[in-house]
């Protein structure tokens, strides 16, 4: 089955680091992608992690993957105000079950100045 | 280009009434996603274009609902017979068959009154 889960919100102060957590069920999936939303928005594209590597690291942003646990996080460093939006973690799964995205209800960053 | 482009961006209709929304792809992009976003929620995928053939469907894209890609570059969702429930963010979405990440247009917002 498809399900992605993540945790509702996370408040952090400005210059932090932030780690924003999600799980996801289908062993099988190929890539695992990270999203960010602002307020009335489309969704922008962060990064994303093919499913045979543990690790990505992007400018401020990390991705770690635990396939064994089925568990993905985005660490962003030094969180800014301008981080503050919706962030998704969404899972591709194989071919055979089409090309959709299946994704997460969304984790709320509220970053504190 | 500047990115994937949607029309209009907000839609208010009465219950009842039929509404269009189009999508503009990247240029160079093959593949069109069409996918909605209810408050609180990540999106969930209603259907899927390869050029102009549309290869996959989700359960939630009622009969109500039909989208077509005439010549394989813009697309169109239109919606008959609006209920409030329809009320939503419509995103669509663009990608090449490979990396095939997708990238997001602004949305439209529809309201059913």
């Known amino acids: 089955g498809e399900d992605v889960e993540q945790s509702l919100f996370l408040s952090v102060r400005e210059g932090d680091s932030s780690v924003i957590n999600c799980t996801y069920t289908?062993?099988?999936?190929?890539?695992l992608y990270w999203y960010k939303q602002e307020p009335g928005a489309g969704l922008q594209l962060l990064t994303y992690?093919?499913?045979?590597?543990d690790m990505k690291q992007d400018q401020r942003l990390t991705v770690l993957l635990n396939k064994k646990d089925k568990h993905l996080s985005l660490r962003i460093a030094d969180t800014q105000t301008g981080d503050s939006a919706i962030y998704f973690c969404?899972?591709?799964?194989?071919?055979?079950?089409?090309?959709?995205?299946?994704f997460g209800a969304g984790t709320i960053l509220r970053v504190k100045s | 280009d500047t990115g994937v482009s949607q029309d209009p961006r907000h839609k208010i209709t009465k219950r009842g009434q039929n509404v269009t929304f189009r999508c503009d792809p990247i240029?160079?992009?093959?593949?069109l996603y069409w996918y909605r976003q209810t408050l609180g929620q990540g999106p969930e995928f209603l259907t899927y274009?390869?050029?102009?053939?549309?290869?996959?469907k989700s359960r939630l894209l009622s009969d109500r609902f039909s989208a077509e890609r005439p010549k394989g570059s813009f697309s169109t969702l239109e919606i008959q017979r609006t209920e409030q429930g329809d009320s939503a963010m419509y995103l669509c979405?663009?990608?090449?068959?490979?990396?095939?990440?997708?990238?997001f247009g602004p949305g439209t917002r529809l309201t059913v009154t």
């Open positions: 979405a663009s990608s090449l068959a490979v990396p095939g990440e997708q990238y």
């Open positions: 289908d062993s099988s999936s190929t890539y």
């Open positions: 992690i093919f499913s045979n590597m």
């Open positions: 969404a899972e591709r799964p194989p071919r055979e079950y089409g090309n959709k995205l299946v």
């Open positions: 240029s160079e992009h093959n593949r």
């Open positions: 274009f390869q050029n102009e053939a549309q290869l996959e």
